[in-house]
């Protein structure tokens, strides 16, 4: 560690400004990763199953929070990991809402077709 201090010229400032610095890299990389993979999921499998419609809503919500807490508007990390995170977050949400509504629709139509054809049988009688 001390030959990459020296080599770089860096004093303790600027080694506690490097490690803040990829601190804040860190969950503006993990954060929309892991949400992207979920997004993908979904769309792959056309299933919401296991996932949970509060706890991505709630996701969104926090990371709107803490985009506001931060204070740090036009950080990229903040953009990317917090604000951005948090539409992808809502992107599950309407994902979960939609595929489920489909997916009851689809359910549904056996039943109306059984019942509509029973209807017709009666009538012909």
Known sequence: M?????FLHLDDTDISSLITNLAGWIP???LPTATISQITKIIRSRSTSGVSLATWLLF?????????????YLAIQSLVGLLGTAIMDFVIVALIIFIKEDAELSSAEPEYNKMSAEVSEASEA
């Open 60 to 72: 969104g919500i926090a990371n709107i929070g803490l985009y506001i807490f931060t204070e740090k």
């Open 2 to 6: 001390d030959f990459i201090i020296n």
């Open 28 to 30: 503006a990389i993990i």
